[in-house]
C-alpha cells in the first residue's frame, strides 16, 4: 500500500514538473473615450449704424426700439448670411468717419450711393431707389428756385439734399438752413422757422405730409435724381476691402428679391402708395 502511493505521488510530480505555466491572456485594448466635437464659432454680430429720425425708413417704435424700412431690410439681410444685427445709432453727418473709426461694420441707413461717397467707402448694390422733391407751404407759388428766392428750406446736415440745395436752390437766393436729423426740419417747419425741405419722396410723404402738421403743405417741381447730386440709389456703406462681407450682401439683397421677402417689407411701408421703392 506504501509502495502504491509512493508511485502515485512519484507520477504527480512528474506530472507537475512538466507542466508550463501559461500567460494570463492580455487585456482587450480599450477604446478612447469619444470626444465631444468641438463647438462651432460663434459669428460674431453685424454692427449696423442707423440714424432713427427718417420715417419709415428707420425710426424708432414708443418703447425705444429701432424700426422702419431699413431696419426690417437689415434683420433680413443678416438672416441670409447667418448673423445677428446689431443696431448703432449714429448722427447723419457722422456715418462715414464712425463706419471708417471701426465704430460699426456697416451703414444701412436710406445712404444714396455716390460718387464723391465712394472716394471715402465701399457700396453694395442699391437695395432702393426713391426720387427727392422739395416740399412747400401750399400758400408759396413755386415755378423754379429763383421763385422762391427768400424763402428758408431746411435740409438734412451731410445728405445729398443738402447738396442740391446748395448747389442749385441757394445760389438762386433761397436761404438753406441744415440739420443734425430730419425730425428737427419738421419741428422748425411746424414752428414756422422754415418754408419747406428737399427731402426723400417717400420719407417726407411717410414721415411729414401724412401727418396733421403736414396738412398745409405739397409737393412742387419735378422728381430730383440728378446723378451728381442724389447718386445711384441707396446702398449699404462699407469699408474699402471688405470684399467678402460686399459679396455675401450683394447675394442676400438679390435673395430676398427673389424669395418675396422684400416685397413683402415694401408692401408693409408703401402698399397705400402703390409704389415699389427698388426703383428702376
Avoid: H
Avoid at 465701399?122 to 421763385?147: G, H
Amino acid at each position: 500500500m506504501k509502495k502504491l502511493l509512493l508511485a502515485v505521488a512519484s507520477i504527480a510530480a512528474l506530472t507537475a514538473c512538466g507542466k508550463k505555466d501559461e500567460p494570463a491572456p492580455a487585456a482587450a485594448p480599450v477604446a478612447p473615450a469619444a470626444s465631444a466635437p468641438a463647438p462651432a464659432p460663434e459669428v460674431a454680430a453685424l454692427k449696423v449704424a442707423i440714424d432713427p429720425t427718417y420715417e419709415p425708413f428707420t425710426f424708432k417704435t414708443p418703447d425705444g426700439k429701432p424700426t422702419g424700412f431699413d431696419v426690417d431690410i437689415a434683420n433680413a439681410l443678416c438672416e441670409q448670411i447667418k448673423r445677428k444685427c446689431d443696431f448703432v445709432e449714429q448722427v447723419w453727418d457722422g456715418m462715414i468717419p464712425g463706419l471708417n473709426a471701426k465704430k460699426y461694420d456697416v451703414i444701412i441707413s436710406s445712404m444714396s450711393i455716390t460718387d464723391e461717397r465712394m472716394k471715402e467707402v465701399d457700396f453694395t448694390d442699391k437695395y432702393y431707389n426713391t426720387p427727392s422733391r422739395i416740399v412747400l407751404k401750399k400758400t408759396v407759388k413755386f415755378t423754379d428756385a429763383a421763385s422762391i428766392k427768400g424763402k428758408k428750406i431746411g435740409v438734412l446736415k451731410g445728405s445729398t439734399q443738402e447738396k442740391y440745395a446748395m448747389g442749385d436752390l441757394k445760389p438762386a437766393g433761397v436761404v438753406v438752413n441744415s440739420y443734425e436729423a430730419q425730425d428737427q426740419v419738421y419741428l422748425d417747419i411746424k414752428s414756422g422757422r422754415l418754408d419747406g425741405t428737399v427731402a426723400d419722396f417717400m420719407e417726407v410723404t411717410g414721415g411729414f405730409l401724412s401727418k396733421p402738421e403736414g396738412a398745409n403743405y405739397q409737393l412742387v417741381g419735378p422728381d430730383l435724381k440728378m446723378p451728381q447730386y442724389f447718386g445711384y440709389g441707396a446702398g449699404i456703406a462699407l469699408r474699402k476691402g471688405e470684399d467678402k462681407l460686399k459679396g455675401e450682401l450683394n447675394e442676400a439683397i438679390k435673395a430676398i428679391r427673389a424669395n418675396g421677402t422684400y416685397k413683402t417689407l415694401n408692401d408693409k411701408y408703401f402698399a397705400k402708395y402703390n409704389i415699389d421703392v427698388y426703383g428702376e
